[in-house]
């Protein structure tokens, strides 16, 4: 059974990076060990501007069938997906040396 012991946090770069994970966790004591569960979002603004301006240029590459919209179409998506599971990888190892933890293979 899981504990009523959340957190809510996001990495300070010094810089501005839209991608930059929140992460919220949630805390499980359990006889041996502590369980921390993750969960990680882009922030809710970048990710309406993100799904509106995929729509926007999916619909004009249905609409037209070019080429080039198709390709803006796939840069989009990869410009939405790397740099967050980039950073929510940074996010996880760091996560990980504060806490000591080990992963769910160790």
Do not use: C
């Not at 004591?29 to 799904?51: C, I, K, N, Q, Y």
């Amino acid at each position: 059974m899981l504990s009523d012991v959340t957190f809510k946090i996001q990495r300070d770069t010094g810089y501005r990076n839209s991608f930059l994970p929140i992460v919220r966790g949630q805390i499980d004591e359990r006889a041996s060990d502590t369980l921390v569960l993750l969960r990680m979002t882009v922030h809710p603004f970048v990710a309406a501007f993100g799904a509106t301006w995929l729509i926007g240029v999916g619909a004009f590459a249905v609409v037209t069938g070019s080429a080039l919209a198709v390709a803006m179409l796939g840069f989009g998506g990869l410009l939405g997906t790397v740099p967050f599971y980039a950073e929510a990888l940074i996010a996880t190892r760091s996560l990980r040396e504060e806490l000591g933890a080990r992963g769910p293979r160790d």
